[in-house]
């Protein structure tokens, strides 16, 4: 069923079940739903995750008696039949009767009874006794009709698994030409294979400066190969050391000065060449604690 909202779920009235069997047979079978497209190919298979939901829905094709087009039938009136899985997990009934169907197929509506992993007794008819809601004649005649749909469950577990159509099988179909029905031999098809598999983690492509866009910092770009950015480098450059080293110079040789101004008489001149030596040598100080 490709989309649960044209589903009906609505409980008709009575059915009289038929009592002869014409030649046409009703060929039941289900189908995977990948990206809400049917998988048509022979013996579908699919693969999905551990635990993950997988959309069905179950087809119905009236075949004539000679496996030919010429009609001796006048398409579906009721249905009944088993969803049958080795899934090993608890399954939900099926959704509801196909949309396009739903109006005219009304009574005996069973949305099947989930037992193990199987989903039995799925059932529906059209109400061919009290007129409750309109008849459909021609119902999967000349196609495969969707009749019900809805999910199955993947088990935890990676394995191979299979689901089909089985258990009791019954249907009926219209008499040509007429609104009463008949019952009808029942087939089924191969239904599909489900390969559950743990889909494999994605590859990590973390850099070792911890980005995951593939531009590793660390590769071509090392700082120790005489571009080192801090002040003691390794190429004989320490520049912290020809700034000590000048400071400690000129400290000196205004110490030197100031005593000499002093001794010259010229006081002014010896303070302030005495004050500038002492900041000097301050400075000094700080360049080489540091």
């Excluded at 909202?5 to 059915?15: H, Q, V």
């Amino acid at each position: 069923m490709r989309d649960a909202r044209r589903i009906s779920t609505g409980l008709g009235l009575a059915f009289l079940l038929p009592a002869m069997a014409l030649g046409a047979t009703v060929h039941l079978d289900i189908v995977p739903l990948i990206d809400n497209e049917p998988v048509t190919t022979a013996n579908p298979e699919i693969t999905v995750a551990p635990q993950a939901a997988i959309n069905y829905e179950v087809t119905a094709t009236v075949i004539p008696s000679d496996g030919g087009t010429t009609p001796d039938s006048d398409g579906l009136g009721y249905f009944r039949f088993d969803i049958l899985t080795d899934l090993g997990v608890i399954q939900d009934p099926v959704i509801g009767i196909e949309e396009s169907i739903s109006d005219s197929f009304t009574s005996l509506i069973k949305l099947g009874t989930p037992t193990d992993d199987d989903i039995l007794l799925v059932r529906a008819a059209q109400s061919t006794l009290t007129g409750s809601s309109p008849l459909v004649t021609g119902i999967g005649r000349d196609r495969a009709q969707v009749i019900v749909g809805g999910q199955l469950f993947a088990p935890s577990i990676e394995g191979t698994f299979h689901a089909s159509i089985g258990g009791t099988l019954e249907a009926s179909v219209f008499t040509t030409g007429t609104t009463s029905l008949e019952f009808a031999a029942v087939t089924t098809g191969t239904g599909f294979t489900i390969q559950v598999v743990t889909p494999a983690p994605a590859e990590d492509e973390t850099d070792t400066d911890g980005t995951t866009d593939g531009t590793d910092q660390t590769d071509g770009t090392d700082q120790t190969d005489g571009t080192n950015t801090e002040d003691n480098t390794t190429d004989g450059t320490d520049t912290s050391s020809v700034q000590a080293l000048t400071l400690g110079g000129l400290a000196l040789g205004l110490g030197a000065f100031a005593a000499w101004a002093f001794l010259s008489w010229a006081p002014l001149a010896g303070a302030v060449a005495f004050v500038l030596a002492l900041a000097t040598a301050l400075a000094w100080l700080i360049t080489t604690s540091g």
